[in-house]
């Protein structure tokens, strides 16, 4: 039967192919575009595979889709074939092959669509229940995703709020402050490296434009290339800023910042854990780090705790996503359990090696309980003074934003930067104060204590005693650390300690007789209290106290010895033991601060007593005097006179001691810039230079200003800065401090252009010389005044009519920052003579007189011979020698010959004449015939007649240079013309420094212009 049906089927096709080949002869098929005929055919093939996919059938019987789906397959064969055979027929080859290829899918079509229809029923008869699985997977994994992600934010959020706050433990927190607001850079170097190639700090270092300004970032960086800068401990003094410089860490993270502090840094996730919180959890149960992580994670928060996803921080651990921060390892006080902590954190390291780890720590707490796992040491360094700049105009800005409720506009900014800039400069004029303001803790001390009533330096005991009460009490308390004794009663016991070590002339003690020293007062206040155990704690956890070496410790600064033993001294009484030590230099800051809790007459007096008081004591008087708490009025003026006195009574013993004095405070008081590095605020004195002029005298060498008319400062000027100093004696006068102070170890020299401008002097009306890349330069005048001197030196420079105002201005900038020596040795008369001769002789010897014509000569010759002469040769005949005298004679009497054109002469006097005359003539003449005539004018005129001599000669040969018929009278070519021209023209230009300087020193001596050039020094440990 199946037989008889596909027969049937085949008929019929082709039955349908023999019409569709004739129908596709008629004119109105052939009309029809053939691929319009080929995109309808493969529709028709599409439509029947629909309609076979989609006939139902019902107990394996066709049902009446199953009629329509043969009768559609025929046509569509049919259709196919009869196209096919048409195409062929008339010769469309391609066509006719294309529709014949096509012919077996409509056959096909039964059996593929049977084919995918058991396919997908055994697919969804054995695949579904694994798809379902894997799709339940997949929604799993994105659901927990999305949970990481929902947690990492809410963790990175807790960060936030934890580590937002700029915090001081030990402050009062009166306002909170923000800490990206305030926070300033540390800078670190590198203590140790172990296993490490030595290039690889130094490729660090090469990366940097600073080498000494590395951050810790830095080493983050290069953690990729270099595995052991992913385990660093991070070392500095109390109150140095390591908790601090990790809650920075971890809020930048949190905030995902840390590419903009540096391009290169890693994501890392921060995690910040207190060792001291964990300590008794790590000793007793040794957790696994993730495990704690967790732990303190779900404890962060009180409010909506959070709840990390399972494993979470294993994952990212094993993962090298973590930056672990560890502080304060040295705030672990038990020593055997503060190394248990230390191999714990061994252990977790070795557990997961790339993972970056940073620990912080005091030396000592480090040193008791090492690492072992290869760690970088680095080292937290002190502030240098812009840091210090930098933190008090941001520390002093927000706390005034924060007491006036978040409001900042331009009056708060005003206010803010009045105090900071007050404060700056307190601490830049006591050094005591910028030893201190190098310690980040200190530091917010200083700028809190000064914001409560601007007590500083006047009150620095207000600012000592605050700090104690911190160290010793108040910072306990907020690390929530207990201790039984108050602060107080720890400060009464260390008062002891420090005036017995006071006593004693060291700073150093051993802990046996520390105990020794302290047992009976410790007693007093705590009873049957353990001597060692007191130091330990004050050493390991107050800080006022630093072990020095094994068994050998001494207070953290000397400074808070002396102000201990100065307290323990006014509460007992005993002033007489300060008088006694008055003239001995150990005791003199115990003695200032002494003298700043009391009346401070009595020590003034007993200096005013001494016969030969010596120069420390003679200072210590003055710093008593503007330190003490008060000084009866007499008092104070008998030293203000003595001091007058001694400084108006030149090569006296008193003026000897009186500038020494000034010397010795000055040197007392530099600023600490860099770690070995001082400079000086001010400008040295007259008085104090003047103890260079006469020890230099007396070696047969002069040193004073140029503009002084004699060996001494004038009456009066005592304590006013030295000016008019050439840049070579401002040199030699550092060499002889130097050697002055040789026993001290320092080295005194100019500062560097960069350090004078990042530390400006007080006084503006001058400058001091710098060193600048093998350059002298003079910095620190302002620029209006330096306009107006430029102003006025202008309007007395002679002939300034022929020259273009901006050489005036370069030759004046030239004055201003060269040093005299580099124009002219100190022989000037006798260099003058050699200069002036040998030039007069050359221009002798030239063709000059061929050039310019007798109408110029006898103008020349009247003004210079005639009008001036008789008074010039009563002058120069002061300086000049007879030959020289003569030469100039002869050459304003030559007789020059050659003609020259109307226009070129006419020019020639047009230019020279007015400015000859009346500059000359009228300026010369006047100052001679008043009898004001210095010798700086007499030293300047024959530089000035050369110039003269040159200028004439530059403007002939230029105007010569542009006249063919001169030049053929002459014998020159144009090329040459002009170079003999320019010849004079650097003639001129290498005089007329000179000629400006002359002038220049001539003003000063009247009295018209100040000299400007001073002193700074710089003071280097060697």
């Avoid at 009629?67 to 569509?76: G, M, S």
């Avoid at 990366?207 to 590395?214: G, R, S």
């Avoid at 003074?385 to 005003?414: C, N, P």
């Avoid at 047992?519 to 020095?548: M, P, R, T, Y």
Wanted: net charge positive; aromatic share 8%; charged share 25%.
């Amino acid at each position: 039967m199946s037989k008889v049906a596909n027969f049937g089927k085949l008929l019929l096709i082709n039955i349908v192919a023999l019409l569709i080949s004739r129908l596709a002869n008629s004119e109105f098929v052939s009309q029809l575009d053939a691929r319009l005929v080929l995109v309808v055919t493969l529709v028709l093939i599409g439509v029947s595979a629909v309609i076979e996919s989609s006939t139902p059938t019902t107990s394996g019987k066709p049902t009446s889709w199953r009629w329509l789906k043969d009768w559609l397959q025929i046509a569509v064969v049919g259709l196919i074939l009869g196209l096919g055979i048409h195409y062929l027929w008339k010769g469309q080859w391609i066509l006719g092959v294309a529709f014949l290829v096509l012919i077996p899918f409509p056959l096909l079509l039964p059996i593929i669509v049977r084919f995918i229809n058991t396919l997908r029923q055994k697919i969804k008869e054995r695949l579904k229940p694994q798809l379902d699985k894997k799709i339940d997977s997949l929604a799993g994994n994105v659901v927990t995703k999305v949970e990481e992600i929902e947690f990492k934010s809410e963790y990175y959020q807790s960060l936030i709020y934890t580590c937002r706050d700029y915090q001081t433990q030990g402050l009062d927190k009166d306002r909170i402050l923000k800490l990206e607001k305030v926070f300033v850079p540390l800078k670190i170097v590198s203590k140790e490296v172990v296993q490490v190639d030595s290039k690889m700090i130094q490729e660090v270092e090469h990366k940097i434009e600073n080498p000494k300004e590395k951050q810790i970032w830095h080493f983050l960086a290069a953690m990729s290339r270099y595995p052991a800068f992913r385990r660093m401990a991070v070392l500095g003094a109390p109150g140095s800023g390591k908790t601090t410089l990790l809650r920075h860490l971890t809020l930048t993270y949190a905030t995902k910042q840390e590419r903009k502090l540096h391009p290169q840094a890693p994501k890392l996730i921060p995690v910040l854990l207190y060792l001291r919180d964990v300590r008794q959890m790590i000793a007793q149960k040794k957790p696994p780090l993730a495990e704690l992580i967790t732990e303190q994670v779900k404890r962060q928060r009180k409010l909506q705790p959070l709840n990390p996803p399972f494993n979470w921080f294993a994952e990212k651990l094993s993962q090298r996503e973590c930056l672990v921060m560890l502080d304060g390892l040295d705030e672990v006080a038990d020593e055997i359990e503060r190394q248990q902590v230390s191999l714990w954190v061994n252990e977790q390291m070795e557990t997961y090696p790339g993972t970056p780890f940073i620990l912080t720590s005091r030396p000592f707490g480090y040193q008791s309980a090492l690492l072992q796992q290869g760690v970088t040491v680095l080292e937290v360094q002190p502030f240098n003074l812009k840091q210090v700049k930098q933190f008090i105009h941001s520390w002093y800005l927000q706390t005034e934003v924060m007491s006036r409720a978040g409001e900042e506009d331009l009056g708060v900014r005003e206010e803010a930067k009045q105090q900071a800039d007050d404060l700056i400069e307190r601490v830049r004029k006591s050094s005591p104060l910028a030893a201190m303001a190098v310690n980040p803790l200190l530091l917010t001390m200083i700028a809190t204590v000064h914001r409560r009533g601007n007590a500083l330096p006047g009150k620095r005991v207000e600012l000592y005693k605050e700090i104690c009460q911190v160290l010793l009490e108040k910072r306990l308390r907020a690390k929530k650390i207990d201790e039984p004794l108050s602060a107080t009663q720890k400060q009464s016991v260390l008062q002891v300690l420090a005036l017995a070590l006071m006593q004693k002339k060291t700073r150093e003690f051993a802990l046996l007789e520390g105990v020794f020293l302290i047992q009976g007062k410790l007693a007093e206040v705590a009873g049957a209290a353990n001597s060692q155990k007191f130091f330990e704690q004050i050493k390991d956890v107050s800080g006022l106290l630093v072990e020095k070496e094994l068994g050998v410790y001494e207070f953290a600064h000397l400074s808070f010895q002396e102000y201990l033993a100065a307290v323990q001294l006014k509460e007992t009484n005993h002033e007489k033991l300060l008088i006694g030590n008055i003239n001995n230099p150990w005791w003199a800051e115990t003695i200032r601060l002494y003298a700043a809790q009391t009346n401070a007459s009595s020590l003034i007096r007993t200096v005013l007593a001494l016969p030969s008081p010596s120069v420390e004591a003679l200072a210590l008087a003055y710093d008593c005097l503007e330190e003490g708490l008060s000084v009866y009025p007499e008092v104070k003026r008998q030293l203000d006179e003595r001091m007058e006195a001694d400084l108006g009574k030149l090569m006296t013993e008193g003026f000897q001691l009186a500038a020494n004095v000034l010397l010795s405070r000055r040197l007392k008081n530099l600023v600490r810039i860099e770690e070995n590095v001082e400079i000086d605020l001010s400008y040295i004195t007259c008085a104090e230079y003047q103890l260079f002029i006469d020890d230099k005298r007396q070696a047969g060498k002069n040193r004073q200003p140029d503009h002084w008319q004699n060996y001494r400062f004038p009456p009066g000027d005592a304590q006013k800065p030295i000016t008019g100093i050439r840049a070579s004696d401002a040199e030699e006068f550092c060499e002889w401090l130097t050697q002055q102070q040789s026993a001290l170890g320092f080295r005194y020299r100019l500062p560097t252009l960069a350090e004078a401008e990042e530390n400006p002097a007080t006084e503006q009306q001058i400058g001091c010389w710098c060193n600048d890349e093998g350059r002298k330069v003079i910095v620190g005048v302002e620029a209006t005044q330096l306009q107006n001197w430029h102003s006025n030196l202008t309007g007395v420079i002679i002939l300034k009519g022929v020259f273009k105002r901006n050489n005036l201005k370069r030759n004046f900038n030239f004055v201003l920052n060269s040093d005299f020596n580099q124009v002219l040795n100190r022989n000037l008369n006798r260099s003058l003579n050699y200069v002036l001769k040998r030039n007069l002789k050359r221009v002798l010897n030239h063709n000059f007189n061929r050039v310019l014509n007798h109408n110029f000569n006898r103008v020349l010759n009247e003004i210079l011979n005639n009008d001036l002469n008789p008074n010039l040769n009563r002058n120069l005949n002061q300086v000049l020698n007879n030959n020289l005298n003569r030469d100039l004679n002869y050459v304003l009497n030559l007789d020059f010959y050659g003609k020259l054109n109307r226009k070129f002469n006419l020019d020639l006097y047009g230019k020279l004449n007015r400015e000859l005359n009346r500059d000359l003539n009228h300026v010369l003449y006047e100052r001679i015939e008043a009898n004001e005539a210095s010798d700086f004018l007499i030293l300047y005129f024959p530089l000035l007649c050369l110039i003269v001599i040159y200028h004439v000669l530059l403007v002939a040969y230029k105007a010569a240079s542009q006249n063919k018929e001169v030049l053929k009278q002459i014998n020159l070519s144009h090329q040459k013309s002009e170079t003999i021209g320019r010849k004079y023209q650097q003639k001129i230009d290498a005089i007329y420094p000179l000629y400006v300087y002359l002038v220049l020193q001539d003003e000063r001596l009247a009295g018209r212009i100040p000299a400007w050039e001073g002193i700074r020094i710089v003071r280097e440990s060697e």
